[in-house]
């Protein structure tokens, strides 16, 4: 956005403050100022010259020599416009002179022969517009000789600004007034909007009705009657070209002046066209068709908020106004729009719609709901001066619900902790009053502030927002600088150096990587975990953060698939999102977890002559998670495995997990869930939580002597109820054990009816050894036995071969 400083000073005293400093200073305050263009400099040896006379040039039929006075001296100048004529003020380059649009330096040279010692320049030559169709003609009582710059009121410096979008408090000069005065500790003046009343009364010329006040919780209008329209006044529509904006004519460009003004956007309608005189703000019907002012016909959805009069659609809120209702030479009667619109409808509706406009742009970020009365009454006196137009009495102003006014405690340590350093309470005091806010209370008592939050400040919402405000204004440069800070650090392990860990194993062991988006659609989402809604997704299916790395691999997958790519063998790294409750309360109920999924699909080998081609399986993907797991977490032998039939994803599937850390959890994923992404083949998953592999530490290489003793294997096998797991079974073996116990392993499990319907047998092998001595088939014998008889009465089984 381009900010003039000469529109500035209208609203604050910067007498002894240089453009370099205003520049520094905004940029420190967190307004980067991208370029600074001196107009002055820019138009060095640019002067108002007069075209005594022309004639056509002897040896070119489209160019013509003309004399032109340039204050002190009548230079012979080739002009090739053909718009150029004896009597005209023109804008003329002399020799030495820069060309704005192209950086060409003038110089004396021959054209055809003849000599030209200068340049007449089109609008487009001095980059104040686009207009390059002849040489810009100037008015009449300018002087010949006087400097461009200074003729045109363009004698200043323009600065490039970038706001960031939680600052659309900025986009304007007032706003950029406001930071200024707190900077510099200078009051800024407010634009006065008292204005004479000599028209009929409001209600009887025009009527608001608002149907969605979601959408639109503020609509204000003003009308203006018997307005002449034509061209602006020359200093309306060089404060205009100076921020880059094209004059149309006195009506328009009162709107576009008061939007950079105080950054409200307003739109004018030509009330005679509005059916019934009356404005109705609600939602367009699905598949309705618009023209807007650009003349497009422009298809609409029924999320889309409409401006309609008694009979049909006048403008898009918020966006652009339509064609059956634009001010043109013949209107006489206006009525000014100044609303309040939900910015995250504008923002969807400008994206459908692919039309981004200067109103749409500070509506979608946040327009200053207590200004819209203010802006309207601005623009209805601007109308009454320029247009002549008489302002009806009274001003509409439907405003349903008004907005609470913020409040925010601030307590003064608070202030001093967070930065390190203390600011005196009467600075405080008025950096944030220039700021535009109210000190509400003072409790000395309590040594903490009230302040009222202002309207246009929507990024302001807790204590700590007040303080940044502090801190920026007040200067970071004045933080203190420390030699040496000593501060007591916990260890805890690299999550990061982790990851990267996981990611080159499981390139090791043949997976390729993928990388998919963290959004994804809520029904998908729902079937991990309580997803977290976005509040402005890009569009319907990235509506939710993903709660699983599954689905977007599932995508991956089908993808591959429609390209002819069956076999595949993935993995990727990622954050996932969950939600405990039914609304985001704060950030303490939204749970972050760093997640490895693995994925197999397809044929792990192809058929050959010597082989039969050989599919993927569970229990290949059950070697790839315990291959993972056992080199990289301490202790995998006491992890706790556990196998379950079927859950919302997965049929048969199992979850491995330590010390009560969930670590893994996969298996085959479900038909149903894979034939919504069109997948007709078996897809198996593994998803690792790598913040609790991490925690448990990183098993590094050791060296373990040889056995040098004798092993000793029991082999035993119990009928056990269906209901009861394995797992369980040799965790307890392992509790029950004295010490000589060292493995434990299920090698068997068999079911049949001669057992029983909720029977089945599990086989287990023992190992006993010990790594200094040989052990004794006596001791053995005992502390096998004593194992036995204890899981036959912990588990109600009986020992198979008795």
């Given at each position: ?40 400099e ?26 032109v ?18 009597g ?27 000599v ?7 609008e ?6 686009k ?123 009162i ?29 367009a ?31 898009v809120?918020?966006?652009?106004g ?122 000395s ?48 392990p ?39 809604k ?72 192809g ?23 056992s ?20 049929d048969?599937n ?38 609790n592999?991490?925690e ?25 109820d ?35 319907s ?45």
């Amino acid at each position: 956005m381009k900010i003039s400083l000469n529109w500035l000073k209208d609203h604050i005293n910067l007498d002894g403050i240089t453009a370099e400093q205003i520049a520094h200073e905004l940029n420190m305050a967190g307004i980067e100022v991208e370029d600074m263009t001196d107009y002055s400099e820019k138009f060095r040896n640019f002067v108002v010259g007069y075209v005594e006379e022309t004639e056509k040039h002897p040896n070119a039929d489209k160019l013509t020599v003309c004399r032109v006075n340039t204050g002190g001296e009548v230079s012979q100048i080739i002009c090739g416009a053909p718009n150029v004529a004896a009597g005209q003020k023109v804008p003329v380059a002399l020799p030495g002179a820069v060309v704005p649009s192209n950086g060409m330096e003038i110089k004396q040279a021959k054209l055809r022969g003849v000599v030209s010692n200068g340049m007449i320049c089109s609008e487009a030559e001095l980059d104040i517009s686009k207009d390059h169709s002849g040489i810009l003609v100037l008015p009449d009582h300018y002087e010949a000789g006087k400097p461009l710059a200074e003729a045109m009121g363009i004698n200043d410096i323009v600065f490039e600004v970038s706001i960031t979008p939680n600052r659309p408090d900025a986009l304007s000069h007032i706003g950029i007034a406001r930071e200024l005065g707190a900077i510099f500790g200078r009051e800024i003046c407010m634009p006065l909007t008292d204005h004479e009343v000599s028209g009929a009364a409001i209600n009887t010329v025009a009527s608001v009705e608002i149907e969605d006040a979601v959408n639109c919780p503020r609509y204000s209008a003003l009308a203006v009657l018997g307005c002449e329209v034509k061209d602006s006044p020359d200093w309306l529509k060089m404060r205009l070209k100076a921020v880059g904006l094209r004059p149309i004519n006195n009506i328009v460009d009162i709107t576009n002046y008061v939007l950079y003004e105080l950054g409200q956007p307003l739109h004018a309608f030509d009330l005679d066209t509005l059916e019934g005189s009356k404005i109705i703000v609600k939602k367009a019907a699905a598949g309705e068709e618009f023209v807007t002012l650009d003349s497009q016909k422009r298809k609409l959805n029924s999320d889309i908020l409409m401006i309609c009069d008694g009979a049909k659609p006048v403008a898009v809120a918020g966006i652009m106004g339509g064609e059956n209702s634009e001010v043109t030479s013949s209107t006489k009667n206006i009525l000014i729009e100044s609303a309040f619109f939900n910015p995250s409808n504008i923002r969807k509706s400008a994206r459908f719609l692919g039309l981004n406009t200067d109103a749409s742009y500070r509506f979608e970020r946040g327009a200053d709901y207590g200004n819209t009365v203010n802006a309207a009454k601005l623009a209805a006196k601007m109308m009454a001066e320029l247009a002549g137009g008489k302002i009806a009495d009274g001003i509409i102003d439907v405003y349903p619900k008004p907005f609470e006014k913020r409040i925010i405690t601030l307590r003064k340590s608070r202030i001093t902790r967070i930065l390190g350093y203390h600011i005196p309470d009467e600075t405080a005091e008025g950096i944030l009053k220039r700021l535009g806010m109210t000190i509400e209370s003072d409790d000395s008592a309590a040594g903490e502030w009230k302040i009222g939050v202002p309207s246009c400040r929507h990024d302001i919402e807790r204590e700590i927002d007040l303080i940044e405000e502090l801190a920026r204004i007040y200067s970071y440069d004045r933080i203190p600088e420390f030699d040496s800070i000593t501060i007591k650090l916990n260890s805890r392990p690299d999550e990061q150096a982790f990851t990267d860990l996981m990611r080159k194993e499981a390139i090791s062991l043949g997976f390729n990587e993928i990388l998919t988006n963290s959004f994804i659609p809520s029904e998908t989402a729902a079937l991990f975990d309580e997803p977290v809604k976005v509040m402005n997704p890009l569009t319907s299916d990235m509506d939710v953060l993903r709660t699983s790395l599954i689905p977007g691999a599932l995508a991956v997958i089908r993808n591959n698939m429609n390209t002819g790519t069956r076999d595949l063998q993935l993995f990727e790294t990622g954050t996932v999102f969950s939600m405990s409750g039914d609304e985001i309360k704060s950030f303490e109920n939204i749970s972050e977890r760093e997640k490895l999924l693995i994925v197999l699909t397809g044929s792990k080998t192809g058929k050959t002559w010597y082989s039969e081609e050989k599919k993927f399986g569970f229990y290949d993907l059950k070697g790839y998670a315990d291959t993972i797991l056992s080199k990289k977490v301490l202790d995998y032998s006491l992890n706790d495995f556990y196998y379950a039939t079927s859950n919302n994803i997965f049929d048969i599937n199992f979850t491995i997990s330590i010390k009560n850390k969930l670590l893994c959890r996969g298996g085959k994923v479900k038909e149903e869930v894979a034939a919504i992404y069109g997948i007709e083949q078996d897809v198996f998953c593994a998803e690792f939580d790598l913040a609790n592999m991490c925690e448990l530490g990183n098993s590094a290489s050791r060296f373990r002597q040889l056995l040098k003793y004798p092993k000793i294997v029991r082999d035993c096998a119990f009928v056990v109820d269906k209901a009861v797991k394995y797992s369980d079974i040799e965790n307890f073996i392992f509790k029950q054990s004295a010490g000589l116990l060292k493995k434990v392993e299920l090698f068997d499990i068999y079911e049949s009816e001669s057992l029983g319907s909720d029977k089945r047998s599990l086989a287990f092998s023992l190992e006993y050894y010990d790594y200094n001595r040989t052990l004794t088939e006596e001791e053995t014998e005992k502390e096998f036995f004593g194992i036995i008889e204890k899981v036959k009465k912990e588990f109600n089984a009986v020992l198979r071969g008795n």
